[in-house]
Every structure is written in C-alpha cells, then in structure tokens.
C-alpha cells in the first residue's frame, strides 16, 4: 500500500474488524504495525469503543507507538442522542493525546452524527475532520460544502462514490478494497482530486466492477464485504483469509467464486 502511494494507513476500522478481536491484540497490532510503517506515513488508529475509559487507554497507547491521529465512531448498545453524542466527543476530544476524527457508521453503531452535531465538533481544537460511511449522499454534500476550504478534514468511507465526493471537494476517501489495489485507488483519487472527470470516471467504472464481482457474493451475510475482501487476500498471498468469529472464512463454492473473481480482475490489470 505504502510503495502504491496511499497518502495514509488506517487501523482498526471496519475492514480491520476492531470489535472483533481481544483488547490485547489490538495493541500489539498498533504498536507491530506503527514499527514497520516507521513514520513513511500518517497512521490513524481506531478507538471505537463503547467504554470512554477504554478510548482514551487505546489512544494514549497509539501515542507512544507513534501513531499520527485517532478515529472514533460514537459509542453503542444504548443508543446516545445528539447532546450525549457531543458529551462523549467532547470528553474523548479533551483526554486524547492526539487529533481525533469523527467516524460516522449508523449501519453498525446505530446513530447518526447530525450536521449540526457535527458542526458543533469541530469547533474542538482537538476535532479535526469526520470519516463518513453513512451511505447518505445529501448528508455528506452538505458536509463538504459547510467545511470546503475549512482546516475541518472530509473523508468518505464508501470506495464506489469516493471521487464523486472528491470531485465536490472532498479531502479523500479510507477505503476498504485498497487493501487489494492500492494503485487502483490511488490512481482514482489522483484523477478526482485534478478533476478530470473522464479518466476518474474510467477508474470508479473499475471500482464498481470490484464491489459487484467480489463484495457481494454471500448476500445473507452482513460481512459479505469483509469475508469476500479478506479472502481474495489471502489468494493473492498478502495476508490470512482468517476471520473473526461469528464470521468464517470463505470456502468450498464462495471460495471458489472469489478466487474466478480475483482471476478476472487481475486479468484486466486493476490499477
């Protein structure tokens, strides 16, 4: 990722299945993973978590690895509303050693970070942007236009319209399937960001084909996207298609679907 150009690493996020595996491993990840990244890039570590205590321990252990900056979705189980929303980011925004990044995901955490609960954040000196997986295209327009030109930094989360957004203004996307070709979207942002529309359309014409051939081929299954993600990595030898448990690893027929998948996509030089 890092040789394809990729302007950062961002651990512990969805694709990173933080919720799914122990404490203890999530620390020795951030701390093997900030010595090989050694300073090449910005890291951003996930601190998601729904103990505030348990935030702010991860994020003061990002710090002395050396991380860059922290994300954080809000907090679930009880559902917060607008105000507990803004008590808790306030709190996490006061304790934390780094800058933090909001992380809307209504899909997992089950709130939504309203516009003017958003806007109330990033008046936070130690606020500095939002990561947006909401999949709410109107919500996210209005985002980049309230924070256009503003040092409050705009992310969007899902990989198939990231240089739509670009293209509007948006600082960038942290997508999931540049795991498997960083080049690819790399390339896609480079073109957004310099606006040319043709050749970022060509690249996002790739992206689209990436997520309809390999993303959705266990439908009854919410991880679709990770177990078909991860599987296609261990194929290509970049890592285990291990995943955490309720989830398992692809095999028999859904491996075998992948892997026809990954052959074609390889086959068409995705960069």
């Known amino acids: 990722m890092i040789k394809a150009g990729v302007a950062g690493i961002f651990l512990l996020g969805t694709t990173g299945e933080s919720q799914s595996i122990a404490i203890h491993l999530r620390y020795e990840y951030v701390e093997l993973m900030c010595k090989h990244i050694a300073g090449r890039v910005p890291v951003l570590v996930g601190i998601s978590e729904t103990s505030l205590e348990e935030s702010i321990a991860l994020a003061n252990h990002a710090k002395?690895?050396?991380?860059?900056?922290?994300?954080?979705?809000?907090?679930?189980?009880?559902?917060?509303?607008?105000?507990?929303?803004?008590?808790?980011?306030?709190?996490?925004?006061?304790?934390?050693?780094?800058?933090?990044?909001?992380?809307?995901?209504?899909?997992?955490?089950?709130?939504?970070?309203?516009?003017?609960?958003?806007?109330?954040?990033?008046?936070?000196?130690?606020?500095?942007?939002?990561?947006?997986?909401?999949?709410?295209?109107?919500?996210?327009?209005?985002?980049?236009?309230?924070?256009?030109?503003?040092?409050?930094?705009?992310?969007?989360?899902?990989?198939?319209?990231?240089?739509?957004?670009?293209?509007?203004?948006?600082?960038?996307?942290?997508?999931?399937?540049?795991?498997?070709?960083?080049?690819?979207?790399?390339?896609?942002?480079?073109?957004?960001?310099?606006?040319?529309?043709?050749?970022?359309?060509?690249?996002?014409?790739?992206?689209?084909?990436?997520?309809?051939?390999?993303?959705?081929?266990?439908?009854?299954?919410d991880a679709s996207f990770l177990c078909g993600l991860k599987c296609a990595l261990g194929l290509q030898g970049l890592c285990s298609p291990f995943v955490a448990y309720p989830y398992k690893q692809y095999e028999g027929e859904l491996k075998e679907k992948a892997a026809a998948a990954l052959k074609d996509l390889n086959s068409k030089n995705y960069k």
């Open 64 to 221: 002395q690895c050396g991380a860059n900056a922290l994300v954080a979705a809000a907090p679930y189980y009880f559902p917060a509303n607008q105000e507990e929303l803004i008590n808790w980011y306030t709190a996490l925004a006061d304790a934390c050693p780094l800058p933090v990044f909001l992380y809307n995901m209504p899909s997992k955490v089950k709130v939504f970070l309203d516009i003017p609960t958003v806007v109330a954040l990033s008046k936070h000196p130690n606020i500095i942007g939002i990561k947006d997986s909401s999949n709410n295209h109107e919500y996210f327009k209005e985002i980049i236009n309230l924070f256009k030109g503003s040092d409050f930094a705009t992310y969007m989360g899902p990989e198939e319209y990231t240089s739509e957004m670009v293209m509007l203004g948006c600082d960038g996307g942290v997508n999931g399937g540049a795991n498997l070709f960083p080049e690819l979207f790399v390339n896609s942002y480079k073109a957004a960001a310099a606006g040319d529309k043709t050749l970022a359309n060509e690249y996002n014409e790739k992206i689209l084909y990436l997520s309809k051939s390999l993303y959705g081929l266990n439908p009854a299954s």
